[in-house]
C-alpha cells in the first residue's frame, strides 16, 4: 500500500519554498528617465502593427 504522508508533506513544503521565492520587493514604477521615454509601450509590443503606432519607414522595414 502506498503511503501518502511523505508526498503531502513534500507537496506542501515545495509550495511554501516556491510561494516565498517568488515577487518583487519593494512598489512598482514606471521609469522616469530619459532614456526610458522611447520605448516601447505594452499595446505596441503585443501587437506592432496597429493605427496607434507609426507605420514602418522603408528605412527600417524588415528586409526579406
Known sequence: MLNFKPIVGLCCIGFVLASAACGQKGPLTLPQEPAAQNRATLPQVLNPV?????????ASAPKR
Open 50 to 58: 496597429s493605427p496607434a503606432s507609426s507605420p514602418l519607414s522603408p
